[in-house]
């Protein structure tokens, strides 16, 4: 007989470090909630990203490598919306990535629970206006 193991689903963890992110200490804090392992050889997949980029899974190397590992029935633990890409159009392919994978995802502590195939037009139309809210907060500072 096989080892059964092999088809308990995981919860794996999704760590961004990009600007207007939560930090990196706030976002192992979130997993570690979720009884995720952090360890070195722990199911976290972690990218750190700086500057701008109009290819984002070009830089998110450890996301497309995640994306190869995961599996039907598994659970992805992500610390906040906006660490699930890089901007709203980003997100939404990683999340139709994830529903072609049958993976639930929950975000924000298990605020947000987004079931594998379900719809996702809420969740996209929140990272827009997040995104909107960040640009204002950076155009008023260069303003003061």
């Excluded at 470090?17 to 976290?44: F, M, N, T, W």
């Excluded at 993976?103 to 594998?116: E, F, H, L, Q």
Aim: aromatic share 6%.
């Amino acid at each position: 007989m096989g080892d059964q193991s092999e088809n308990k689903p995981v919860k794996w963890g999704y760590i961004l470090q990009a600007e207007d992110r939560p930090s990196l200490r706030k976002q192992k804090e979130s997993l570690s909630c979720h009884e995720i392992d952090l360890s070195q050889y722990g199911p976290v997949w972690h990218d750190v990203f700086e500057g701008t980029t109009t290819r984002p899974r070009k830089h998110l190397t450890a996301r497309e490598d995640m994306l190869g590992a995961i599996k039907q029935g598994d659970t992805l633990i992500v610390p906040a919306l906006n660490c699930l890409g890089l901007s709203p159009d980003d997100i939404d392919w990683f999340l139709s990535e994830l529903a072609k994978l049958r993976v639930d995802v929950v975000v924000n502590g298990g605020s947000t629970r987004i079931k594998a195939g379900s719809d996702t037009s809420e969740i996209i139309s929140l990272a827009k206006k997040a995104q909107r809210n960040q640009h204002m907060k950076r155009y008023r500072k260069t303003k003061s």
